[in-house]
């Protein structure tokens, strides 16, 4: 490996020997880049072992970027390295000691937020707590408690994060004695229908550890050099598991920066970056100051936004000053969309960008992606969507990801109740019930014959074989691989095109199997946690050469030469939740740090955009039209470095 590519700060690091070791530094100052020049020192001039080394990451598909990132350098024994996200690893972990861990015959189903919060709405009502009607426009009851904020409060106790009494804590809201049996009781009808969800991907690994420390020490032997990205954003229990992991040795290597931690409201907690010295008095702690991804410019606009916030450093560089930033007021959401897509097609156009791969648009939420993606789709621009399968198609989609649910666990309750009788099979009765009441999938023929005897009773054991082929079908199979399984052993294709619409919906089926021909999880337990994340890449029919539209949580880490952020206004960013007055001043934070991702995201043209006015639309329904303030946050920009720009120039 050539080590003059690393600065003499960051050389350093990666030439550091063993023990505990933290890197505190800005964004596009090289912490991803000498985590992987670690790797690779640790391989290459100090002769460990790949197998020995576990790098986790924050998405899979940063996992995928570090490992051929690292084949370049060290070819096929790349293949050889654990790289993971936290998620994965518990799984995995889960899945090997699946037995010990007291889930028979199957590995357990992942349960998505969707099946949590149903789940949580059972034990909620065996507490007699009233949940609050989830209907738009109708008032609820002053006593309910909404699902969403009892969910999140009981997933924050289980990592171990609620933080007492804050008034303006959202986590004030429940107390503790109550929080602490609603978890234990979730978690216990949680493993009686054979599912974990993201918590337990995490607690189950620690408990695993306590009760059978035999694994532990197999764990330990095997990783002996542990490092990871994005530290800020680890939660306490994550913290936890890396700790047992190093604790005979303790090497361990973190890198981060607390400024851009955006997942507190997932019990990330970045003081543990921060206090990191004080687990290891030992360790040594690295800065690095010198930005070498952005202009000017772009450092300073970002420096600016992330001013107030207190913690981590401010950065350099010595990159050329670059061009302003381009400010634009959208007459709407639809004046946002075209302007960002005349920009990519001006600078294509002018040459100023050899592909639409070079472009990123951020944005705050999810549902700021239709706008755009039909803009670029109209302009002819190649973009894919980075979102959860939902987002990419109708019923069929939904459909197709109940099979792979179910070939990846047959014992999967939610998904089962869905596709039980799609294609039909005769089983339109136990259909419903089942949408009415889960019933766990060892009792299902029997409960079956009651319902509709013995014909009944035999159909859905023809289902739950097939169901068991397609399991057994495949094991170790990419979540390509799988998909091609479900399409052939189920019927669904042929039932699709006997169907309304068939040609559209086959279409959509179509760029499904493209969505999951291009994912890098390496298998389907991997892509169906990465899909409840909210973390696939739609299909792109040109590849590299797309423009990326993202969440600004799942751009963290990425870079672009043009960054378009847009929704920079007052309840998008920072985004309030509809119905409440204000944000905290943690949450508004929380918001200006996820504003110095977006901004430290752009090499060298940055495009920040507002709408003066937006339609709101309120879960399906046409929301009314309203006006709009440009986000408070670009109060701290230094004039100067902005430029306001008209639609309909040549960029
Ligand atoms: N010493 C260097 N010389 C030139 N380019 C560098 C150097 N170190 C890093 N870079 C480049 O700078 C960019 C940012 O690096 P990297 O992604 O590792 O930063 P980071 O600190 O991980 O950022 P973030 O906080 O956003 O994750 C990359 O394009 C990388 O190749
Ligand atoms: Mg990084």
Redesign the pocket.
């Known amino acids: 490996m050539d080590l003059r590519?690393?600065?003499p700060s960051?050389r350093q690091i990666v030439e550091a020997g063993d023990g505990p070791l933290s890197v505190l530094?800005?964004?596009?100052?090289?912490?991803?880049?000498?985590?992987?020049g670690r790797i690779a020192y640790l391989v290459e001039q100090r002769g460990v072992p790949p197998a020995a080394i576990l790098a986790i990451t924050f998405t899979t598909a940063a996992a995928a970027t570090l490992r051929q990132r690292l084949a370049g350098v060290l070819g096929d024994a790349a293949q050889d390295l654990t790289i993971t996200t936290f998620h994965a690893l518990g799984l995995r972990l889960i899945r090997q000691w699946s037995q010990e861990l007291g889930f028979v015959n199957s590995a357990p189903a992942v349960f998505g937020r969707e099946d949590a919060r149903s789940l949580l709405r059972e034990v909620a009502g065996e507490f007699g707590l009233e949940i609050a009607a989830e209907v738009p426009g109708r008032a609820s009851d002053p006593w309910a408690v909404s699902l969403s904020r009892l969910s999140s409060a009981v997933d924050r106790h289980r990592l171990g994060s609620v933080k007492r009494s804050h008034g303006d804590n959202e986590n004030g809201e429940f107390d503790e004695e109550l929080l602490r049996p609603l978890a234990d009781a979730y978690e216990s009808l949680l493993r009686r229908r054979g599912a974990v969800d993201y918590p337990s991907m995490l607690t189950l690994p620690l408990q695993l550890f306590a009760t059978e420390p035999r694994t532990l020490q197999l764990v330990q032997d095997a990783y002996r050099w542990v490092l990871a990205?994005?530290f800020q954003d680890t939660s306490k229990t994550q913290y936890a598991l890396l700790q047992k992991v190093v604790e005979p040795h303790h090497n361990l290597a973190v890198?981060?920066?607390p400024k851009?931690a955006v997942f507190g409201w997932l019990g990330a907690d970045p003081s543990l970056l921060l206090e990191f010295p004080r687990q290891y008095p030992e360790a040594r702690v690295f800065p690095?100051d010198?930005?070498?991804?952005s202009t000017g410019i772009v450092v300073a606009l970002s420096n600016a936004i992330a001013a107030p916030l207190k913690g981590g450093r401010e950065s350099w560089t010595g990159n050329a000053q670059g061009p302003r930033a381009r400010l634009y007021a959208a007459a709407d959401e639809n004046d946002e969309a075209r302007f960002v897509a005349a920009e990519i097609g001006g600078l294509l156009g002018t040459r100023q960008i050899e592909h639409a791969g070079e472009v990123g648009v951020l944005y705050r939420t999810n549902a700021q992606a239709r706008a755009v993606a039909l803009a670029l789709r109209t302009a002819g621009l190649p973009f894919r969507v980075r979102a959860d399968a939902d987002l990419f198609g109708g019923p069929e989609v939904r459909d197709l990801v109940a099979y792979l649910r179910l070939a990846h666990c047959p014992s999967d309750g939610p998904a089962l109740a869905r596709v039980v009788n799609t294609p039909p099979r005769r089983l339109r009765a136990i259909e419903r019930a089942l949408r009415k009441r889960p019933v766990p999938a060892a009792e299902l023929p029997v409960w079956a014959a009651k319902l509709g005897g013995a014909p009944a009773r035999h159909r859905l054991e023809q289902f739950l074989a097939l169901l068991q082929d397609l399991h057994d079908s495949t094991l170790g199979s990419s979540p390509v691989q799988a998909l091609e399984c479900v399409l052939l052993q189920t019927g669904y294709p042929e039932w699709l095109t006997a169907q309304k619409d068939r040609a559209s919906r086959l279409r959509r089926t179509e760029e499904f199997r493209a969505v999951l021909a291009e994912s890098p999880a390496p298998d389907l337990a991997t892509w169906l946690t990465d899909m409840h994340l909210g973390q696939i890449d739609g299909h792109a029919p040109t590849g590299a050469g797309s423009t990326v539209l993202s969440t600004i949580h799942s751009a963290?880490?990425?870079?672009w030469p043009v960054v378009f952020v847009i929704g920079l206004e007052d309840g998008l960013l920072p985004h309030t939740r509809p119905g409440s007055p204000g944000a905290s001043h943690q949450q508004e934070d929380e918001e200006r740090r996820l504003a110095y991702?977006a901004f430290?995201?752009a090499?060298v043209l940055l495009y920040l955009v507002y709408c003066r006015s937006r339609q709101l639309a309120t879960d399906g329904e046409v929301g009314r039209v309203e006006p709009r303030r440009p986000s408070r946050f670009m109060l701290s920009l230094p004039p100067e470095l902005v430029e306001r720009v008209n639609a309909g120039r040549a960029a």
């Open positions: 590519r690393f600065s960051q530094a800005g964004p596009g100052s090289g912490k991803t880049t000498v985590l992987a990205d994005e890198v981060g920066d851009q690095l010198q930005n070498h991804r963290k880490g990425a870079e991702v430290s995201r090499q």
